[in-house]
């Protein structure tokens, strides 16, 4: 498996797409609808989707899988009496699956059969998304159903979070210890180091700074620079995380302490606290579906 894309709900959805293309740098991967899709620079057809909506939540975080992949996914999903549906894609790339729901609201998303679409070179857009960061009102209860009914795999755990990869990356999401529910932020990977500062600079450029970095993190060790976006979500530019063996031992609390007055690796900048907490409640979690379609077989008529 692997983690694709995140759909956003919220007002005004075509000045955050302009935003994004325009300041942020990703590039239009078309409209349907209401929804504004953004894509990056590989074959992927849109990383971030931003659908027209009177108040501001996640719609779904979407991976992708081949089809073996997602019958077993299905089948332990089943087992585990998670609420579940079938669900055919209308976003760009098509594709079929079903959607999870985990203990907390979180909705995931899982395709397979979706198509790619032409590489774009020469620009700098990012690559794909890296990793999306969960709030959790208890995150290893959450970190915990991840293991055991979608079968993915705790990598390390911090004082602030527990992280969680689906493949060979060290996390493709994080469970925050923040004792609520909802988006803390998207990270988006760019090529290199150098990607990442350039896209600092064009930020700066337009008189904004980061709330936090540049720095390195400690698990995953990417470097990073996290954005309050306008449109109130929290966007991160990455590089990519370690990769990791299968025989990983998860991290403990302990593994990752800094000196004191120091939250990095680098310890290069300081981290706009207030801002990013308050960002960080911005977008909630919210059911689109009766609860009588919960249950796989019922189709994708729940959907919208």
């Not at 942020?24 to 078309?30: E, I, L, N, Q, T």
């Not at 936090?212 to 400690?218: D, M, N, T």
């Not at 302490?257 to 120091?262: A, D, K, L, N, Q």
Request: glycine share 10%; proline share 5%; aromatic share 8%.
């Amino acid at each position: 498996m692997m983690l694709r894309s995140v759909e956003l709900a919220l007002p005004e959805a075509g000045e955050a797409a302009r935003f994004m293309t325009e300041i942020w740098g990703m590039a239009p991967g078309g409209t349907r609808g209401g929804a504004h899709y953004l894509r990056g620079s590989s074959r992927l057809p849109y990383l971030l989707a931003l659908h027209e909506a009177d108040s501001r939540f996640v719609r779904s975080i979407t991976f992708t899988g081949t089809r073996e992949e997602l019958e077993h996914l299905t089948e332990r999903v089943q087992a585990s009496g998670l609420p579940v549906i079938e669900t055919i894609a209308a976003d760009p790339g098509g594709g079929r699956g079903i959607v999870v729901e985990l203990p907390e609201g979180e909705l995931f998303r899982f395709l397979t059969e979706t198509e790619d679409v032409e590489p774009i070179a020469g620009r700098d857009l990012p690559v794909k998304l890296t990793h999306v960061v969960l709030n959790s009102r208890d995150a290893e209860a959450t970190a915990n159903v991840a293991e055991q009914s979608l079968g993915f795999r705790v990598s390390d755990r911090t004082k602030g979070m527990v992280f969680v990869r689906c493949n060979d990356s060290h996390h493709s999401t994080a469970f925050a210890r923040a004792g609520y529910a909802s988006l803390n932020h998207i990270a988006f990977e760019m090529e290199d180091m150098d990607a990442v500062m350039r896209g600092i600079g064009r930020l700066r450029d337009r008189g904004l700074t980061p709330a936090w970095g540049p720095g390195r993190h400690g698990p995953g060790a990417n470097i990073f620079a996290y954005f309050v976006a306008p449109f109130g979500a929290v966007v991160e530019f990455s590089t990519a995380v370690e990769k990791v063996a299968d025989d990983h031992k998860a991290g403990a609390q302990e593994d990752w302490t800094w000196p004191p007055g120091r939250i990095d690796q680098w310890g290069l900048s300081t981290k706009d606290i207030g801002a990013l907490e308050e960002a960080e409640r911005n977008f909630c979690f919210r059911r689109e579906w009766t609860p009588e379609s919960l249950r796989v077989g019922a189709g994708s008529a729940g959907i919208r």
